[in-house]
């Protein structure tokens, strides 16, 4: 059982910058390709970034691309999303989750979820 823990949530104004992170623990990090989503109140949980195990193929979506970069680091069982140049529309609940295999931007092919932080931009 994997058990995932997000931190790094705050309001910061438009253009600012935050870096989230995300704890492994309870299984082998490296088995496990790993995702950070998010999700606005009224809207459906959407992908944003994804690296697969090794951390050498990351993939992002159009919204984020340029800005967010995703990284892990498996000696310490992290992976991170920097998100830079902030905007409203990216306030929002971030999760990461972890899969089996290559990442994927497919939300249910997920297995392992944390239980989100807060990311607000505003001014």
């Known amino acids: 059982q994997v058990h995932l823990v997000e931190s790094g949530g705050g309001l910061v104004p438009p253009g600012g910058s935050l870096t989230l992170s995300c704890a492994s623990s309870g299984g082998t990090f490296t088995d496990y390709a790993m995702g950070w989503f998010r999700q606005a109140p009224g809207k459906e949980r959407e992908f944003v970034a994804g690296?697969?195990?090794?951390?050498?193929?990351?993939h992002y979506a159009d919204s984020v691309k340029g800005r967010f970069t995703i990284s892990r680091d498996n000696a310490k069982n992290t992976v991170n999303l920097q998100m830079n140049d902030l905007k409203p529309e990216d306030t929002a609940s971030y999760y990461c989750?972890?899969?089996?295999?290559?990442?994927?931007?497919?939300?249910?092919?997920?297995?392992?979820w944390g239980q989100g932080t807060q990311v607000t931009v505003s001014s």
């Open positions: 989750a972890a899969r089996r295999g290559g990442y994927s931007a497919n939300v249910p092919s997920y297995e392992y």
């Open positions: 690296i697969n195990w090794y951390g050498t193929k990351m």
